[in-house]
């Protein structure tokens, strides 16, 4: 291996450039790679019936619950032997996201959402994104039949709008940033009656229910909890809900223990992050114009986190911990997954397992299982 991801020259600078400074537009790195030619070819029957306007509602819900249930969801869990060998840390899991349709957990809360605004009797659904959530929705959007929204902030470039607009979705450009385009998105749902993806709104139960299921599949490989698991964060949805999957497992009996959860974000770019390191009672809101984007730290970003106070409230609770991740950190990792794991991963992914492994460097960890949320596929 070239570089040591464990020394400290890998930890101390704060991102590659390439950032949007003084609204500069600029490509992000957020191009996970879909599998929709074979899925649609899979699911081309149920997807006619779950989007026929003339069928009664029960028959395209059905149908569309069939498509969810089969092809989102019991990703690929290994164990990372190598990075084992390297870190002396035993036993490390990675759960890789990537083999969802779209190649992110995104996949989801999309498939989740689409079925209840199906089920509500909703025709059109909105959200803001930057890319990776927004190709999510739209391809779940397109198989149920219903109208696809998205937001998007206009300095953002992502190779992704092809994809959206090839799955029939509307874009429209927002002046300012992610969280500004949210409300924009958020308020539009409310003016017109369209049902609202957004993170942090009234479907976060759902949204958390959703990446909930990450916890039982972990159980069902390791039949037990882990005694850690880190993921990235950005709003901490994804966090906070494998804790509630593994909360459920722990009162249902399953479980002897829930684990102890680790959040990693971009370097003094994350409010859940900031908020745990600073010891602050809150997640709060960091200063927009100190948020310094690049092509590989934007998936993680945000000056707001929109379930920030679960996420934080879960790392603390489970006694876990936070930490920060650069961008050349960022990228060493994805390079090292895929030369010495054999998984392609968008380098944000990796936020969790750098916080992880730099804890195990720092003061070494107790033997025993860890469990890292790899939750891209890099195209």
Request: proline share 5%; aromatic share 6%.
């Amino acid at each position: 291996m070239p570089v040591n991801p464990m020394s400290n020259d890998s930890v101390n600078n704060s991102g590659t450039g390439g950032g949007s400074e003084n609204g500069h537009p600029f490509d992000l790195l957020d191009n996970a790679t879909p599998e929709v030619e074979e899925i649609l070819g899979d699911v081309a029957s149920q997807s006619r019936v779950a989007s026929d306007l003339s069928l009664p509602l029960l028959t395209r819900l059905e149908a569309y619950e069939d498509i969810y249930e089969s092809e989102v969801g019991d990703t690929t869990m290994v164990r990372a032997r190598n990075i084992e060998r390297q870190s002396g840390l035993r036993q490390l899991y990675l759960k890789f996201e990537g083999g969802n349709p779209s190649g992110t957990q995104k996949d989801r809360i999309a498939f989740a959402q689409v079925a209840d605004a199906l089920r509500r009797n909703f025709d059109t659904i909105t959200l803001a994104t930057c890319g990776n959530y927004g190709v999510a929705v739209a391809f779940a959007a397109s198989l149920a039949g219903l109208r696809c929204l998205i937001f998007i902030p206009e300095k953002y470039h992502t190779k992704r709008i092809k994809e959206l607009t090839d799955f029939g979705a509307e874009i429209v450009r927002v002046p300012g940033d992610y969280e500004q385009t949210v409300e924009v998105s958020r308020q539009t749902a409310a003016r017109e009656e369209l049902y609202d993806a957004n993170p942090g709104g009234a479907n976060t139960t759902l949204q958390l229910h959703a990446y909930g299921e990450i916890a039982y599949e972990i159980y069902d490989e390791l039949r037990d909890a882990p005694a850690c698991v880190a993921i990235p964060v950005s709003n901490g949805t994804t966090l906070a809900g494998v804790h509630r999957g593994f909360v459920s497992l722990y009162r249902r009996g399953k479980t002897s223990r829930i684990p102890r959860f680790v959040a990693g974000s971009s370097f003094s770019k994350n409010p859940i992050v900031q908020a745990y390191l600073k010891n602050l009672p809150h997640c709060e809101d960091l200063h927009p114009q100190r948020i310094r984007e690049s092509a590989v730290n934007e998936p993680l970003i945000n000056w707001h986190s929109a379930d920030g106070e679960q996420a934080l409230l879960t790392v603390r609770q489970s006694k876990g911990w936070a930490g920060n991740a650069t961008d050349r950190n960022m990228m060493l990792y994805s390079r090292i997954l895929r030369e010495k794991e054999g998984l392609h991963v968008l380098p944000a992914s990796t936020a969790g397992l750098i916080a992880l492994l730099e804890a195990h460097q720092r003061e070494p960890l107790p033997n025993d299982r860890y469990v890292a949320v790899l939750t891209g596929r890099k195209g």
